[in-house]
């Protein structure tokens, strides 16, 4: 590295593409400054986890922000110290003030704008000014003081490491305007490229950190596993031409089914909704019971088994982290997987009849639930849905009993109410 260093220090020309490069990485890392700031006040945060981010911002990580721990910040946590008025903190004793005298919050409370980064400058090594205006809209803790807008600097070093320029902040200020950022003093020379010798765009990605909060939730994938079990309403439509009218009783009664499967949710650039999807394999029953005579009935069991997808959107009530109630409205088709008849009366036994039910069923989804936080990567889901069938599940099989009897059904809708649990990771 230090070999690398030497070799740019040495350097009096850049190419376009590298000020671009250099320029694009030293606005992220402001906005990753802001990100950082934000989860060292956030309320949800524990202390563990706020020590471990305040390390890696710092120690050599995916995640580092500044040059090394000895960077230097002029402190404006407490609300009277400007740029004539200030102490110099080192970057661990800057954010651990920050953790303890800033009144925290469950929103992102502190905001970065009008950034403006400088030409790249030389003197011993490359680097660039990042102007800023910092907004701290909570409150300082000794006496409650509010704050101001206040314009900062951060000094952004740059060096070239393996073809690649490595950007690292290694001092934050008071802005001073008799040393504005559009100065050319120290500036190097830039060499116009050809635009043609390289057909690919310059790669100028960065790794997204773990203290990024700019969503109300840590990671704006999640995917995970749940559990459930739901009770199912059915609703027949019944002949009556039967000779014996007396007796055209049809009756079906509810029974309890289970729900298993994986679901994904997209959380990330939406501030009241997201989406998500379902893989759910879901059991549903119910009791059937044909009245023959004035004493007798013909009673049967019958259970279906679906692989469904419910597709939906979420719609936040609250926006906290920890705590993230919804409704979701959606869509559910439901692929038949299996259908079972079984005589409870003993006289036919039990059989397989998938094609007494039609193969795909389609579901209108709408529920409650709510999102908790677990930890920074894991997330809890309690879900109370009801799935409304829309059109009639029975099928035209051969010796069909639930339709081809007089005293059967010609139509079966059925409502779905389930409740479930699910466990999530965050990508």
């Known amino acids: 590295m230090l070999g690398s260093v030497l070799s740019v220090s040495a350097q009096t020309k850049l190419t376009d593409k590298d000020v671009l490069e250099i320029q694009s990485k030293a606005k992220s890392n402001i906005a990753d400054l802001e990100n950082l700031l934000n989860f060292v006040t956030f309320s949800d945060a524990s202390p563990a986890e706020v020590q471990q981010v305040i390390e890696r911002s710092y120690a050599s990580s995916p995640n580092q922000l500044f040059f090394n721990k000895k960077v230097v910040l002029e402190d404006d946590i407490d609300p009277s110290f400007n740029k004539d008025n200030t102490k110099d903190l080192e970057v661990s004793k800057y954010l651990n003030t920050l953790d303890v005298y800033y009144r925290k919050t469950a929103e992102p409370s502190i905001r970065f704008t009008s950034v403006q980064v400088s030409n790249v400058k030389k003197k011993d090594f490359l680097y660039v000014k990042v102007y ?74 960065y790794d997204k950190k773990d203290f990024d909060v700019k969503s109300g939730n840590q990671r704006p994938f999640n995917v995970g596993a749940k559990i459930g079990f739901n009770g199912t309403a059915w609703v027949a439509n019944a002949l009556v031409d039967n000779p014996n009218t007396s007796y055209a009783d049809v009756r079906l009664t509810g029974r309890s089914g289970g729900v298993y499967g994986l679901y994904v949710r997209y959380y990330g650039g939406y501030k009241n909704f997201g989406f998500g999807a379902d893989l759910l394999y879901i059991t549903k029953g119910s009791g059937y019971e044909i009245q023959t005579s004035a004493t ?132």
Do not use: C, H
Not at 153 to 160: E, P, Q, S, T
Not at 168 to 195: H, L, W
């Open 296 to 427: 007798a009935t013909q009673q049967f069991d019958f259970r279906l088994s679906y692989f469904q997808v419910p597709l939906f959107v979420n719609f936040f009530f609250v926006q906290r982290d920890r705590f993230k109630p919804y409704l979701n409205l959606g869509y559910a088709p439901a692929f038949l997987l299996n259908a079972r008849l079984r005589d409870v009366t003993g006289t036919s036994g039990s059989d397989d009849v998938p094609d007494w039910f039609t193969s795909v069923q389609g579901n209108i989804i709408i529920g409650l639930g709510a999102d908790f936080k677990v930890s920074q990567r894991n997330r809890m889901t309690f879900d109370m849905r009801f799935d409304l069938g829309t059109g009639n599940i029975l099928g035209d099989g051969d010796n069909n009993v639930l339709r081809n009897s007089l005293t059967s059904p010609q139509t079966l809708g059925q409502g779905t109410f389930s409740l479930s649990l699910g466990y999530a990771f965050g990508l």
């Open 132 to 205: 800023f205006e910092s907004n701290f809209g909570s409150a300082y803790k000794s006496n409650g003081s509010t704050y101001q807008k206040r314009q900062r600097l951060a000094l952004v070093r740059a060096d070239k490491i393996s073809y690649r320029w490595e950007v690292r902040i290694i001092g934050v200020t008071f802005y001073d305007p008799f040393k504005p950022i559009t100065s050319t003093e120290n500036d190097v020379t830039v060499v116009t490229t050809n635009p043609y010798e390289d057909s690919k765009q310059q790669d100028i990605s």
